[in-house]
């Protein structure tokens, strides 16, 4: 069973940068897709950024376009989320999510859009980010 554990959420200022962190393990595979989404009180689950095994090519959204990466380390098991110039707006919940290459992933490569939801099997437990002076 894949398990993702997420780590490296806090307090952070406008404008200041935080790293988050998901440990993998339990791939049958080297061939997934990792994804970062985010919840806030009251709004809708919202994908952030993935990244594929296949050959570390990301994908983030034009929300955080700019602001954010997405890296792994292979050797680590490990992909992080990057956050920088971070604002207000970026307080959420935020999950790591897993699941091993649909045919759109493999040929178009990763995506966190709602129509690709049906990828990410396994879910961390989240981590809160709280973005205020």
């Known amino acids: 069973q894949v398990q993702l554990v997420e780590s490296g959420g806090g307090l952070v200022q406008p404008g200041g940068s935080l790293t988050l962190s998901c440990a993998a393990s339990?791939?049958?595979?080297?061939?997934?897709?990792i994804g970062w989404f985010r919840q806030a009180p009251g709004k809708e689950r919202e994908g952030v950024a993935c990244?594929?095994?296949?050959?570390?090519?990301?994908d983030l959204s034009d929300s955080v376009k700019g602001r954010f990466t997405m890296s792994r380390d292979k050797s680590k098991n490990t992909v992080y989320l990057q956050m920088n110039n971070v604002k207000p707006e970026d307080t959420a919940v935020y999950y790591c999510?897993?699941?091993?290459?649909?045919?759109?992933?493999?040929?178009?490569?990763?995506?966190?859009?709602?129509?690709?939801?049906?990828?990410?099997?396994?879910w961390g437990q989240g981590t809160q980010v709280t973005v205020s002076s």
């Open positions: 990244i594929g095994s296949k050959d570390d090519g990301t």
């Open positions: 999510a897993g699941g091993y290459y649909t045919g759109s992933d493999y040929f178009d490569g990763c995506s966190t859009s709602t129509s690709r939801l049906k990828t990410y099997d396994f």
């Open positions: 339990g791939w049958k595979h080297e061939y997934y897709v």
